[in-house]
């Protein structure tokens, strides 16, 4: 196999640490191809890649790592919550580290990456999620062994002050992510409000372009009542309900009556219960999916 045809094997490794870095589907696959034109440049002028996949590993993370540091500027004025863009995963992860790597690419997970430094997530990224040696981190973003260990427990400090406990189950979390889209899509308002916990968090993501929320809303009854406006709404205008798999985790993707998508929801369970919504509804975040975009998520549905 040559230089050209493994790194074009690489591609979806490369994928994987851009998107985790990034947060965004349309952001990292411009890193990965500006990783590509920059590997074969390098091959041009006559050099010799030892391992391409070294390479190609250092060029994507150190691109994510400046995109990343002019991107958290524009996130500091982003209007409402900001959430990830969507990513349409396999239905069926097969094994246990699929699912340890789908586990890493939920929007819970990606929201608090947000924590962290660029360098700081790369380092945390390279070594939890995709098991690379220190010497090999060091490398990658430029520090020293030692001072990529200083940054992983930084990493791990911040990430443990703000992570809840999710269901661990993955078919238990998937069985009741299945009853609280059926009530959704059925407009079965007892039995949504039944299904969520106490301290319930809903974040919308309209980006000021989409029908967001200007903040997280917090609380059984007050989440329910946006999932009652939400639900009474969509009904009245007959849209269109499909489940998938987004970023490893139950989602529901919701559908105009020609066709259109509106947005892209998906929960978070603990102790039997939704414990968190997160619906993105941004246009801006939902065009990458391939599906035409519905004006109903530029106005209000009320």
């Given amino acids: 196999m040559g230089y050209a045809d493994e790194a074009v094997d690489l591609r979806p490794l490369l994928f994987s640490i851009a998107y985790r870095m990034l947060g965004s589907v349309t952001d990292a696959e411009d890193v990965v191809q500006a990783t590509y034109l920059r ?13 391409p996949r070294s390479l190609l590993t250092t060029i994507t993370t150190r691109l994510a790592i400046d ?3 002019s991107a958290r500027v524009q996130r500091e ?48 990224l390279l070594r939890e999620v995709f098991a690379y040696e220190y010497d090999d ?5 430029d520090k020293e062994p030692a001072n990529c260990r200083q940054l992983l ?19 238990h979390r998937a069985e009741l992510a299945d009853r609280f889209f059926e009530a959704a899509e ?4 007892e039995n949504l409000e039944q299904l969520l916990a106490a301290d319930v968090a809903f974040y919308g993501d309209g980006g000021g372009t989409g029908r967001g929320l200007a903040r997280p809303v917090f609380g059984r009854d007050r989440v329910h009542r946006v999932l009652a ?15 998938s798999q987004v970023n490893g985790q139950p989602g529901l993707m919701t559908f105009d009556p020609d066709g259109a998508l509106i947005n892209v929801l ?31 998520a530029r106005r209000s549905l009320r």
């Fill in 39 to 51: 590997y074969f440049d390098y091959l041009a002028r006559g050099r010799e890649a030892e391992s």
């Fill in 67 to 69: 995109h990343l540091r």
């Fill in 77 to 124: 004025s982003y209007f409402g919550p900001w959430l990830p863009e969507p990513l349409l995963t396999s239905q069926e992860p097969d094994g246990a580290e699929l699912a340890v790597m789908s586990d890493s690419l939920s929007m819970a997970f990606l929201v608090l990456l947000e924590k962290l430094s660029p360098v700081e997530r790369a380092v945390f």
């Fill in 137 to 141: 981190i060091a490398r990658i973003v």
């Fill in 153 to 171: 427990n930084r990493a791990r400090r911040h990430l443990d002050a703000g992570r809840r406990r999710f269901e661990a189950d993955t078919t």
């Fill in 186 to 189: 059925h407009g079965d308002l």
């Fill in 229 to 243: 406006g939400i639900v009474t709404a969509y009904q009245r205008f007959g849209a269109r309900f499909r489940r």
């Fill in 266 to 296: 998906t929960v978070d369970v603990k102790d039997g219960y939704v414990c968190t919504v997160r619906s993105v509804i941004n246009p801006d975040k939902l065009q990458h999916l391939g599906y035409p975009l519905s004006p109903l």
